[in-house]
Structure formats: C-alpha cells, structure tokens
C-alpha cells in the first residue's frame, strides 16, 4: 500500500471481540490507515454474549477498557496513525453500522472466524453488517493479507460505467494495485459480448490514468463463485472488490446469492464491498 491522499482525515473503524482474528483486522486497518493518513477507531460492542463470557471468566470490571487500552500502546509508535477506542452497547448486526455514522467512519474493517463454531460475527450477522454499511467495508479472516497488490474485481453487470470507475480507481491508488477483472463466461453471445464490451472500455479508462488492468474470463465447467475464487487464490490477490447493486437484478448471477458465501471464503483472501445504491457518505470520491 502507499500514502496517495486517499480517504485523508478519516477514520477507520475496526469492531473487536479481542480474539486473534480480531487482531489481523485491527492491523489490516492500521495498515490502511498508515497509506490513507487516516485515524483508527477500535469499537468493542457490548451484548449479552459479552456479559455472559465475562461472567462465566469471572472477569473484572476493567478487563475491556484494558484490552483496548493495549491496542493504543501497541500502535503507538505507528507513524502517522491515531487509534481511538470505543465501546457501545447493543447488538452486533446493528451497532456497528450505528456506530460507522455516529463517527463519520469512511470505512470499516471486520473479522470472521467464517461460518463455524461461535464467534463475534457469526455468518448471517457479518452479512448483515456488510449489505447494510454505507461505507467500504473490508472481511478479514485469520491469514495476513498479501502484499502483491492485486485486486480481482468480478463483474457480473453493466451498469453505469461511473461509479464504478471511481471506486476502482480509489482502491488501485489505495493498495498500488493492479486491477484484474473477472468476467462471467455467459451462455448467452448477447450479454457476454455486452460484458465485454463494458469491461473494455472500464480497462481503456483505466489504462489512461496509468492504472494497469488485465481481463480473465471465468471457466464454464464450475461454477461463478469457485471459478473467482480459484482465479483469486492463484493470482494470491491481497483483495477482491465487490461494487454490487442490491436494488437491480444483475442479468446473470443475483448478488444476494453468490457473495455472501465470498465473504468466508476458505482461501481466506479478505473481500471488500462497496454498495452502490446505498447513501454512501463519501460522496463523488476523488480521484
């Protein structure tokens, strides 16, 4: 990653349960934070499974405050980013979008454990979190994210070519990335030749600002999401982008059905959604 005035006096917020893939996700923002000269906030939520483990440990009173007060001094030194803390009360799958506005957050990171066994962000919640944020927001799981710069981005529409060109511009600038679009092979000769022509031009574009770009398409033989997956753990990406529109139907693959299951993805290669048809604060980012 490198500093390119992205996202700059922002802030960055990372949810914790102190578990260990908790931790990557808090680095993983750090990292991020250090590029885009944002600030951290750590927010710890406070529910009933919180108690109930508190509890059950026999605690005390000021474990919470310690544990976050420990990622404050570890990042002290960390040049040039300010890690704040923060706790609410409530529940998961609504406080933390809550808490991203409240704090005027520009992007969120958070970790999973995947669909197994308990954990602070159980499937269906994470999912939760992340079709209803406002913002970017990143899926972590236990692996340290790769440094090769590479971002896939599966396009499955062709929608307007805009947005979505500022987003991938924001992020290849982010990461010092190199865009790699995965493209579904359709049956159907109208609509491949239509995503490929909407591809084209999103890889003239950005071949004009000097962002390199190169286009795969995805094998017939499996399925969409195993084919992006493959492709993504060969080219061991440090991400893969999703721009989705939960509003419209895509003519090939409904979103709500295929990358849900993304986000715990057993590569582990951490998956950012950005929703295009939600109030997004950010506006008309800059690029």
């Known amino acids: 990653m490198k500093s390119n005035g992205l996202f700059r006096s922002g802030t960055i917020l990372v949810p914790t349960d102190f578990s260990p893939v908790c931790d990557n996700a808090v680095s993983f923002g750090v990292k991020l934070a250090t590029a885009s000269g944002s600030k951290v906030c750590i927010l710890h939520v406070i529910n009933n499974k919180t108690r109930r483990g508190l509890k059950k440990k026999e605690t005390c009173p000021g474990f919470i405050d310690e544990k976050l007060k420990a990622y404050q001094d570890l990042y002290r030194g960390t040049e040039n980013v300010q890690v704040e803390t923060i706790q609410r009360e409530g529940q998961i799958y609504t406080t933390i979008n809550e808490t991203a506005k409240e704090i005027g957050a520009n992007m969120m990171v958070l970790g999973t454990h995947g669909k197994k066994g308990w954990q602070y962000l159980i499937g269906s919640d994470i999912f939760k979190v992340v079709y209803e944020s406002s913002v ?94 493959s492709y993504a753990n060969l080219q061991k990406a440090s991400l893969i982008l999703i721009l989705v529109r939960h509003s419209l139907e895509t003519p090939a693959i409904s979103p709500e059905d295929w990358y849900e299951d993304l986000l715990f993805n057993p590569e582990q290669i951490p998956v950012m959604v950005i929703n295009l048809t939600k109030p997004l604060w950010i506006k008309n980012p800059e690029v």
């Open 136 to 229: 970017p927001t990143v899926v972590v799981q236990n692996l340290p994210v790769n440094d090769t710069g590479k971002i896939v981005v599966p396009l499955i529409d062709d929608y307007d070519i805009e947005d979505k060109l500022q987003w991938i511009k924001q992020m290849a600038g982010l990461f010092d990335a190199r865009i790699l679009f995965f493209q579904p092979n359709e049956t159907d000769p109208e609509l491949n030749n239509r995503l490929s022509v909407f591809i084209n031009e999103l890889g003239i574009r950005l071949h004009s600002d000097q962002i390199s770009n190169f286009t795969t398409s995805a094998d017939l033989k499996t399925s969409y999401q195993i084919a992006l997956r």
